[in-house]
């Protein structure tokens, strides 16, 4: 997480920026917020991973792109919901021992909290599980500006 730009940590919360969603679609990139989300797979993609554009209950079930696994480890996806169901659940990036990376309407900002402050919350008081993106982000094209880009 330390290597992460500057640039990640100011992302502003805003639940429409979801993936998949006509915000995003009309103005792609962090600049303008992400949802918990989009936040987490930018941060994978920056990584070299691809996180499909699902939502998180489809995302939880899916097994093309990603596997559960039971010990997360750093850049595993976790979800995080008031209960069982994946419907709505809140999506963070494992960052190594007890912390989790999310961004949430709450801190506003990308934080690191720990599973016990998840737990804490009654909105994300069950943690559902941990899944392993298995997909590889293509690299970026020589003078696209991806690779320079604070994002």
Not at 95 to 115: F, I, K, N, T, Y
Request: net charge neutral; charged share 20%.
């Amino acid at each position: 997480m330390a290597r992460l730009p500057a640039a990640f940590w100011q992302v502003p919360y805003a639940g429409a920026r979801f993936p998949g969603s006509r915000a995003v679609a009309e103005r792609p990139g962090l600049e303008h917020g992400a949802n918990c989300q989009s936040f987490a797979g930018a941060v994978l993609e920056r990584s070299g991973l691809l996180v499909p554009a699902l939502r998180s209950s489809e995302l939880w079930a899916d097994t093309a792109s990603t596997v559960r696994v039971a010990e997360p480890l750093p850049l595993d996806l976790l979800f995080f919901g008031r209960d069982e169901d994946p419907w709505g659940a809140h999506i963070g990036v494992h960052a190594g021992g007890d912390s989790v990376l999310h961004l949430c309407a709450e801190a506003g900002r990308p934080a690191l909290w720990s599973l016990a402050d998840f737990a804490a919350r009654e909105r994300y008081r069950v943690l559902l599980g941990a899944k392993r993106v298995t997909v590889r982000a293509p690299a970026p094209a020589a003078g696209d500006g991806a690779a320079s880009a604070d994002w």
